[in-house]
């Protein structure tokens, strides 16, 4: 089955460490996004990619980096500079010229 | 800049109860408008959406009918069940990467 594969589902950082978060799809689709997502705030965009190779700042990266040296990889490294990490972190995908989103199930990233 | 401005939760029903989560949106032009439904500990899955002015979408007994003179798509269904439980979000697009969600409406269903 095609689909959005984010890994881990629970994930544990410690201070001054710098944690990579894994999405992978299957769908074929040229766009995929990452997304953070708090309690009572909605989601709101870190960073997209539209093809491989390149990518563009959401509203909120500091603090993240990315890469898309793949069609179908979009790993989320987030760095000791995000000072406040623990957040629901969701990847997704678009396919080109398309409008729905393809979410994976998620990854609660935590501060020990 | 655009916006989604959706109701606060938790709304909390009783089986086979009417259900009504307003959503207003503000945009230049026309956007497109959509409902994802996220259940417990799972990403968002598109519920329905419409593309343009009176159009309604429709799936699994949701409706909503995307108003321009009022910017609403409020998502209603006649009879909600247990299994209906989840998050609600509702969300607008004016370009393929320029999705505006809202901040989501927690509904919890009771037999």
């Known amino acids: 089955d095609g689909g959005i594969t984010q890994s881990p589902k629970y994930l544990f950082r410690k201070e001054g460490q710098n944690v990579t978060l894994s999405c992978e799809q299957n769908?074929?689709?040229?766009?995929m996004y990452w997304y953070r997502q708090d309690p009572g705030q909605g989601l709101r965009l870190i960073y997209y990619s539209q093809i491989v190779n390149d990518f563009q700042k959401g509203d909120i990266a500091e603090g993240y980096s990315v890469s898309r040296e793949k069609k179908e990889s979009f790993p989320l490294t987030v760095t000791s500079a995000q000072k406040n990490p623990t957040a629901f972190y969701l990847c997704?995908?678009?396919?080109?010229?398309?409008?729905?989103?393809?979410f994976g199930s998620g990854t609660q990233l935590s501060v020990l | 800049g655009n916006s989604v401005t959706q109701m606060e939760g938790p709304v909390t029903l009783s089986e086979e109860a009417f259900l009504t989560i307003n959503c207003t949106y503000t945009a230049t032009g026309y956007p497109s408008l959509f409902w994802y439904v996220q259940y417990p500990g799972e990403g968002l899955q598109l519920l329905l959406k419409?593309?343009?002015?009176?159009d309604k979408g429709s799936n699994k007994g949701f409706e909503a009918t995307y108003r321009k003179e009022t910017t609403s798509f409020h998502l209603e269904k006649g009879s909600v069940q247990v299994s209906d439980s989840a998050v609600y979000f509702c969300?607008?697009?004016?370009?393929?990467?320029?999705?505006?969600f809202g901040t989501g409406t927690r509904l919890k269903v009771l037999a």
């Open positions: 969300a607008s697009t004016s370009g393929t990467y320029k999705y505006i």
């Open positions: 997704a995908s678009q396919r080109l010229g398309g409008e729905k989103l393809f």
């Open positions: 769908l074929n689709h040229d766009a």
């Open positions: 419409a593309t343009k002015a009176d």
